[in-house]
């Protein structure tokens, strides 16, 4: 994204020059099926103003198409149009008119045509303060002071803080300009450097972080002294029912991010972590931006490096958030954390992302025995805090929090959460590198046993997870566990099933469309990064067969208590005649999954 270098089509500003930039909204035509007319009059703003860079940013919509453009990387989230705004400019007395297919639904409010042009700076917002960055083993942490008072609290309820995120820009829209460059950054060399973001508000809070679990306990504690709270918890699955998005999330309060081990940001901090793509020196700088209208007048020490920031390229290390209390009643003896990582391509999909880990270390791990390591993943209800099953005490438990997109194991398509189109994607493992490298960390950070690392998980979503995870990963994970609907080979699921088919009952949907909405439909014969179809990559079965190495120790949960798929039977055939081990159960009542015995390992 740099103004001068990169892209052929941004021209440099004259030497020593000042930056400045605008905001323009568009007239926008009545939709006609699934496009819409932009029309944006650009002659009396601009004038002879010459065009650095004209963006057309369209916050909010995603799989949007512009005729004859294509989004900008690394986000994706916006068109470059700066040489047809040049020609509008040129035109006198001409409209620039753009096209957008794919729009479901017009937000006019997100749709602006951000312009950076040779010029003065005239009007600006106050200016960040308080810029920092340090670098750690491939990432640079920045942090700045934010110019309002949107991150006042420190750990603000779901409720409250929702309400601010839903109408971030419904009175203004505030942005924070992020700026690299090999130099010291001021008004004169901004426009050579390179825009690496346009960072939000209330950047600073862990809002991927929320759980289930802390949920589960704030209600639990209010059943203590409520009869009719505890009665109908009792008679009712109204804690298995919980999500991150359920109402009675609005109580849980959220905490600041902590780039420090166990240090929370200070309150209206903002934060952006960028990823080095090579080792070298840089120098960063903080703008603030109010409806389009960035302050690339006054740079000071306050919001621009006077020292550079040593880097290596690296995967980071995952940040201890702290300490986190989910036990009302029982819990197995030791410590629960929270740990966040923060990931980039090629371990998420877009730069600044992060993903929240639980971790279980019991009391006397280590002491005496075996050091057992497990990555247990979440099902439908996300809880990652807390694991809901009874599990051994001898082992730290390693949890992944699979979102904001769901993993299943492998990955995601790469245009999720951008403008492109779902069906121009690749599904990428970035959840499995992710695990791959939160794995080794754990390992080294608690001195794990290698031949001791297991994994496991329950539900459609788990269950898939640690059955795509483990299987592929001989020689790393010792043994999987899978209960509860896994699926070996999601292509061979139906859209709908009759689970007792002598019963007549009407079909149901299976859980194969939350697959569908993160990677695509079947029929797109969209690829994986080997350069199959991401639906035979998924294929466990022939992955089985095809292996030259003896796979992990499974346990299968087969039972009659949760839904069974054909393609399990199919695994099972697999793992036989390879001479693979696996143990199952098929009788009426089975639980869903077969714990391995404590003497199993030994």
């Not at 929702?162 to 426009?191: C, Q, S, W």
């Not at 492109?420 to 992710?434: A, E, H, I, N, Y």
């Not at 999987?480 to 709908?496: C, N, Y």
Request: net charge positive; glycine share 10%.
């Amino acid at each position: 994204l740099a103004l001068c270098a990169g892209l052929a089509v941004i021209a440099c500003a004259s030497a020593g020059a000042e930056m400045a930039t605008m905001s323009l909204k568009p007239a926008i035509g009545k939709p006609e099926g699934d496009a819409v007319t932009l029309t944006f009059d650009v002659m009396m703003p601009l004038g002879d103003k010459r065009v650095l860079r004209a963006e057309l940013v369209l916050n909010g919509h995603n799989g949007v198409e512009v005729v004859g453009l294509k989004p900008l990387a690394p986000w994706h989230n916006s068109f470059d149009v700066t040489e047809l705004t040049r020609r509008w400019a040129a035109a006198f007395g001409r409209a620039g008119v753009l096209q957008l297919r794919g729009v479901s639904k017009v937000k006019p409010e997100s749709i602006r045509l951000l312009v950076t042009y040779e010029g003065k700076p005239a009007n600006v917002p106050p200016q960040v303060k308080g810029l920092k960055a340090f670098h750690r083993a491939g990432q640079t942490f920045i942090t700045f002071q934010e110019i309002d008072d949107r991150s006042a609290g420190a750990s603000p309820r779901w409720a409250d803080l929702k309400a601010k995120l839903d109408k971030m820009d419904a009175e203004k829209t505030v942005r924070y300009l992020v700026f690299r460059h090999g130099k010291p950054i001021t008004a004169k060399n901004v426009a050579q450097a390179e825009l690496l973001a346009r960072v939000k508000p209330m950047s600073g809070y862990n809002v991927r972080g929320r759980s289930v679990d802390e949920l589960i306990t704030l209600v639990r504690k209010q059943a203590v002294d409520d009869a009719a709270l505890a009665r109908r918890l009792a008679r009712t699955s109204e804690l298995k029912r919980y999500t991150p998005n359920h109402p009675a999330m609005a109580g849980v309060p959220i905490d600041r991010l902590a780039i420090q081990d166990g240090v929370p940001l200070p309150v209206k901090t903002g934060l952006y972590v960028h990823h080095a793509s090579a080792a070298g020196k840089a120098y960063y700088a903080v703008v603030a931006s109010v409806d389009g209208i960035a302050n690339t007048r006054d740079f000071a020490a306050g919001n621009s490096l006077a020292k550079p920031v040593g880097e290596v390229v690296g995967a980071g290390v995952p940040v201890l958030q702290g300490a986190v209390n989910v036990t009302v009643f029982f819990d197995y003896p030791g410590k629960r954390l929270r740990y966040v990582q923060w990931a980039a391509l090629p371990l998420a999909n877009l730069p600044n992302q992060y993903y929240n880990w639980g971790v279980f270390v019991p009391r006397d791990y280590g002491v005496a025995g075996p050091r057992r390591l497990s990555i247990f993943f979440h099902g439908g209800n996300q809880r990652y805090l807390k694991m809901p099953w009874p599990h051994r005490q001898d082992r730290v438990i390693i949890a992944p929090h699979d979102a904001p997109f769901a993993s299943f194991g492998i990955g995601y398509n790469d245009a999720l959460g951008t403008l492109r189109p779902l069906k121009q994607g690749v599904v990428r493992p970035f959840f499995r590198r992710r695990v791959d490298a939160m794995l080794k960390w754990a390992i080294r950070k608690f001195d794990a046993d290698t031949g001791r690392i297991s994994c496991g998980g329950g539900g459609y979503w788990g269950g898939t997870a640690a059955l795509q995870y483990g299987i592929r990963r001989p020689g790393r994970i010792a043994y999987v566990m899978a209960g509860g609907s896994p699926d070996p080979d999601p292509a061979q699921t139906p859209d709908t099933y009759v689970q007792y088919p002598w019963r007549k009952g009407r079909p149901r949907p299976t859980p194969r469309g939350s697959i569908d909405r993160v990677w695509g439909r079947p029929e797109w014969k969209l690829k994986a990064e080997s350069g199959k179809t991401i639906w035979e990559e998924a294929g466990l079965p022939a992955f089985v067969r095809a292996s030259k190495h003896p796979l992990p120790y499974l346990s299968l949960g087969s039972g009659s208590m949760a839904v069974t798929w054909k393609q399990q039977t199919h695994l099972m055939i697999a793992y036989k005649e390879t001479g693979n081990a696996f143990m199952s159960q098929f009788y009426w009542g089975g639980t869903g999954h077969v714990p391995l015995p404590a003497g199993a390992f030994e």
